[in-house]
């Protein structure tokens, strides 16, 4: 039997209120009748646990009963300051209610935790925006932690890549993600889940019409739902090119991890001076253009035709317009 996972057991019951046996089970990943005897050891301990019989009924806390987070370990003291990093805080605006809840949960740890908990966030920093980029400007970020929160709708205006470029939207606000520096609200129009960029949002007012965000909705899964279909849309061609050997070294810098993959994958030599040729997946070809000219003369074409052609047509622009002097 784990002392931690009945630990868990009870700060599950007093942080979800009734839970049924299978519900725990589900939760600490141990069998129905694993949980049956962790809820009777909680009992015999002296923790108010009682069931509540019948349809919709389950095990729960009595009224009031709170335990102390005393049985922390010191791994688990070491996340505490994982957790509400203050970057990301700052941007939703919760940072000065992140501060207070880490002092609040640091004054509750015994003495030695505290102090590894203290010397922990003292070595760690998180700088979430990627390099030669600089961080998104989001003033309407915190109004939308409040919607989503509050369950309020919102009244946008947004910029989209396609045309009609500007178009109003009344939103359901279902969370928020963080990507790579990058913010994105999840929310649903009429009858449609979709994805914006808080970046994009030209104006925004939140509503007083609320709304009921579906039980079975889980922002976790709809993201990587979401990243998987938009691999599968994004990549619609392919293109064979050869690489020098410093062109496959500066290859990562310069190119998506997926044309990456693809070119230690399929890479095969041509001749005895390290070069290979591979076969990588494309978007448009404008935007493959672009992105293989960062890799100079450590790389070339050799199909599909139009990108072929791109490739030379812009290289003789170049070659004219740096002729000239």
């Not at 030695?112 to 998180?126: N, Q």
Request: hydrophobic share 40%; net charge neutral.
């Amino acid at each position: 039997m784990s002392a931690g996972r009945l630990l868990s057991v009870l700060l599950l019951l007093q942080s979800r209120g009734r839970l049924s046996a299978r519900e725990l089970a589900e939760e600490l990943g141990v069998s129905v009748r694993t949980a049956y005897r962790d809820l009777e050891r909680l009992q015999a301990a002296g923790v108010p646990v009682y069931a509540e019989p019948g349809r919709g009924g389950g095990y729960q806390l009595v009224d009031g009963y709170r335990t102390r987070l005393t049985g922390m370990s010191e791994g688990e003291a070491r996340m505490l300051f994982f957790a509400g990093l203050p970057g990301p805080a700052a941007d939703l605006g919760l940072a000065e209610e992140v501060t207070a809840a880490r002092l609040k949960l640091l004054a509750a740890l015994p003495a030695g935790l505290r102090e590894e908990a203290a010397r922990t966030a003292a070595v760690f920093h998180l700088d979430a925006p990627g390099w030669y980029r600089e961080p998104e400007q989001t003033p309407y970020l915190p109004l939308f932690v409040d919607a989503v929160l509050t369950q309020r709708v919102v009244d946008v205006r947004y910029r989209r890549w396609r045309a009609p470029q500007e178009v109003r939207r009344l939103l359901r606000p279902y969370g928020l993600v963080l990507k790579s520096g990058v913010w994105y609200l999840v929310a649903a129009a009429e009858s449609r889940i979709s994805t914006y960029r808080v970046t994009q949002v030209l104006d925004a007012a939140l509503g007083d019409e609320r709304f009921d965000r579906p039980e079975d909705f889980d922002l976790g899964a709809y993201w990587a739902s979401y990243l998987e279909d938009f691999q599968a849309r994004r990549y619609t061609g392919t293109a064979t090119i050869r690489l020098s050997s410093r062109g496959r070294r500066r290859l990562p810098d310069n190119v998506p991890p997926e044309v990456v993959r693809a070119v230690d994958s399929t890479a095969t030599a041509v001749g005895d001076d390290g070069w290979v040729e591979a076969v990588i997946p494309t978007e448009s070809t404008e935007h493959a253009c672009g992105e293989l000219l960062r890799l100079g003369i450590d790389v070339e074409v050799v199909a599909p035709a139009a990108l072929r052609q791109a490739m030379a047509d812009t290289v003789g622009v170049l070659a004219r317009a740096y002729g000239r002097g």
